[in-house]
């Protein structure tokens, strides 16, 4: 009886520090004041402008059919001071995109619009412009996907999170470990929500959490790849392999279920602490039964989606099954099964790892923005040069004509 009691006054006492403990994480898992701190930015040398004279000016040039320099489309965005003319540096982004000089759109310019979208609320267009970045030429670095990333995470709109990892993911620019990291812990919490999810957003977030676990050696990493492929593999095995690399960084080659299969198998090999994560192992089990209610048959509307080696595909379901339900023992044997969700481990690796690659970010990120701050003024000096030229020469025009 007083057991009892004990055990129904502690519970909830073991559920608020399990709570309180996440929500820890979740603080200390985000980048830091230093990281998000704008004074390196705000620090470059002022070029103060009038943003009605600029745009009146960008108009006048396109009416003549001239190209805009990206000096000044630079200015328009650096002197944006209300969300108003947030929304009006939109329409001259694109415009510039396709524009003679679409390729002269400069890094700094690029960083200096999210920067402003962040700082007016409007981060929906920064997500806006980087989805249709072809329209508008926006490709950022790895320090500004950061920063985005960051800003949903804060917000836990882990969805808005995904869809910039997803960018990321397209852009292949999984190169620095915060963006690894901050991907994976966006990736893993959304999909705690257990959202439903299209085939697209299947293929996607399978994609990111494959490219982005390939740069990460350890139990997260491995975690991420197999359900990253186990994702993919469930489009490949519904809607045939060229669903999968349409227009997607990912290999053409069919496969991807067995290739979550080698995953597993290099984490029983591997003498490593490595572990799978056992929350993801169900959701691959999952998966695969899915796939296995699939009818033989496929339906008109299949045929025209998958050929001949989709159908091949099709029938090595019950090898692959067979394969994972081994594999699996093999892991409860050697103890290879993580009791935690991704979800956990990633929140795990953000709290131990995320600090410590701030510093180099940080480093290169001052280093960046010196180098961008010498292009920009010596391209102002250029124009300044090439306009006291053309003065010059409409002068000597003059003389010569007063002489006649």
């Known amino acids: 009886m007083a057991a009892s009691i004990l055990q129904r006054c502690f519970t909830p006492v073991q559920s608020f520090s399990r709570c309180l403990y996440h929500r820890s994480i979740a603080r200390r898992c985000l980048l830091s004041a230093a990281y998000t701190d704008t004074t390196v930015w705000d620090q470059r040398q002022k070029d103060p402008q009038n943003i009605a004279q600029l745009a009146s000016l960008m108009d006048r040039t396109y009416e003549r059919k001239f190209p805009v320099s990206s000096l000044t489309i630079a200015r328009f965005i ?10 009006q540096a939109e329409y001259y982004l694109y415009k510039f995109r396709h524009s003679p000089n679409c390729w002269y759109l400069r890094d700094w310019t690029i960083h200096s619009w999210f920067r402003h979208c962040l700082k007016y609320g409007v981060r929906d267009k920064a997500l806006y412009t980087l989805k249709n970045k072809v329209q508008f030429g926006i490709f950022p670095d790895d320090f ?8 949903y995470i804060k917000d836990e709109d882990f969805k808005g ?29 959304y999909l705690a929500t257990k959202p439903e999810l299209t085939w697209q957003e299947e293929r996607n977030i399978g994609a990111s959490l494959l490219l982005a676990g390939l740069k990460q050696e350890n139990s997260v990493g491995f975690s991420a790849q197999l359900l990253g492929c186990a994702l993919i593999g469930k489009v490949e095995l519904s809607r045939g392999i060229h669903s999968v690399f349409h227009q997607m960084p990912l290999i053409w080659t069919s496969g991807y279920l067995g290739r979550a299969l080698v995953v597993m198998e290099t984490v029983c090999s591997d003498s490593r602490d490595v572990k799978l994560s056992k929350e993801v192992l169900d959701s691959v089990e999952k998966i695969l039964e899915d796939l296995s209610r699939l009818p033989q048959e496929a339906s008109d509307g299949q045929k025209s989606l998958l050929d001949e080696e989709d159908e091949q595909e099709r029938d090595k379901l019950p090898q692959y099954i067979s394969r994972f339900k081994e594999l699996s023992k093999r892991l409860e044997v050697q103890d290879k099964w993580d009791p935690r969700g991704l979800e956990s481990l990633s929140s795990t690796l953000t709290q131990q790892t995320l600090i410590r690659c701030e510093e180099s970010d940080i480093s290169e990120y001052q280093k960046r923005v010196q180098d961008w701050e010498t292009e920009r003024l010596q391209l102002i000096q250029r124009e300044t040069e090439m306009r006291q030229n053309a003065q010059r020469e409409r002068l000597n025009k003059q003389t010569a004509a007063a002489a006649q």
């Open 78 to 87: 650096d002197n944006l001071s209300s969300r108003e003319e947030v929304d």
């Open 144 to 151: 500004t996907f950061n920063l985005l990333i960051d800003s």
């Open 161 to 189: 999170a995904c869809a910039v990892v997803e960018e990321v993911m397209l852009q292949e620019s999984f190169e620095k470990i915060s963006t690894q990291i901050l991907s994976l812990y966006a990736l893993s919490r």
